[in-house]
């Protein structure tokens, strides 16, 4: 009877570890599927993660407008979708220099401009009464945009301030050597002056460039003007003013003549009028629309 019992606990023993053992190979089967499942939706959040990532370091360093800075250096910053500098690039010796000497990478472009303002060269550049320009290129709301904020929110003079739609001018200015701001003012000056070629005006500053912009702009205004009298009315000769004046001794339309000449008198008569004189001398007599005068004591018509 003992020896059955036994037996039959090591029977039911015998399926409880069954069902363990069935139980775990469930669970192993259940889990081994869900952890299928999740595999490919987190490759799939890690995809658009790596996506957005991307999308958004390639809108950060993508240029959407420059602002050229031109007194004697030459400065253009690169400013990107969120208002910021992410690229400085000088375009001659002294914009290189100044270039290295700023810290406005990742800046506000109208707190980079300031800072630009307050730095020692460009400070020293400005007391020697030298012109500072800032040019604006890009699409039409962007640099509109950025003009008005850097005339309003800088210390640059907003006529000093320009904005540049024009892409291909920006590239010429480039392949150049020039920063868009300047570039801008030599095609200005050779408009007026098409003997002047860019290597002449690349050491120049601003300031030189305007002086000469304004010279050659007074001298076309000169050669403009027509001469002060046509060569016909300067050779004519003036006109006889003595020649209009009445003569004392001529008569006119409606008025009488009268004429006496001698040593002691002389008398003048003339319609509805008469005239004496008594003397040396001469008498007219004027009548109606006549004149009349006479030296010694003539009485007038009336």
């Known amino acids: 009877m003992k020896y ?13 570890d069954l069902r363990e053992n069935a139980k775990e190979f469930l669970h192993k089967k259940l889990y081994a599927k869900k952890r299928s499942l999740r595999r490919p939706a987190l490759a799939m959040a890690c995809l658009a993660l790596l996506l957005l990532v991307c999308a958004g370091y390639f809108s950060y360093y993508t240029p959407v407008a420059a602002v050229s800075v ?5 400065l253009e910053l690169d ?4 208002d910021r500098v992410i690229r400085i690039t000088g375009y001659n010796e002294e914009g290189e ?5 700023l810290s406005v990478l990742h800046m506000n472009y109208s707190d980079a401009i300031n800072a630009i303002l307050e730095s020692d060269p460009v400070v020293s550049y400005l007391q020697k009464d030298e012109l500072l320009e800032v040019t604006v290129s890009g699409n039409d709301e962007k640099s509109e945009a950025i003009s008005h904020c850097i005339s309003s929110q800088t210390a640059v003079e907003a006529g000093n301030v320009h904005c540049c739609k024009s892409s291909e001018d920006a590239a010429k200015a480039h392949a150049a050597g020039f920063s868009l701001g300047k570039y801008r003012a030599f095609l200005e000056l050779q408009k007026l002056d098409p003997s002047v070629e860019v290597e002449s005006v690349r050491g120049l500053t601003m300031r030189q460039i305007r002086d000469r912009i304004a010279q ?7 050669s403009s003007q027509p001469s002060s009298l046509p060569e016909e009315e300067a050779s004519a000769a003036p006109e006889d003013i003595s020649s209009s004046a009445p003569d004392p ?35 007219n007599g004027q009548g109606h629309h ?13």
């Open 70 to 74: 031109d007194i004697n250096p030459s």
């Open 249 to 283: 001794s001529s008569s006119a339309e409606h008025c009488g003549n009268g004429q006496g000449n001698g040593m002691g008198n002389g008398q003048g008569n003339g319609q509805h009028g008469q005239g004496h004189g008594q003397g040396n001398g001469q008498g």
């Open 97 to 101: 220099g100044l270039a290295e000497t």
């Open 290 to 302: 006549g004149q009349g005068g006479g030296y010694g004591g003539g009485e007038k018509c009336r």
């Open 216 to 222: 050659a702009a007074s001298s076309e205004s000169e």
């Open 79 to 82: 400013v990107n979708l969120y």
């Open 4 to 16: 059955e019992l036994k037996a039959a606990f090591d029977a039911i023993h015998a399926g409880e």
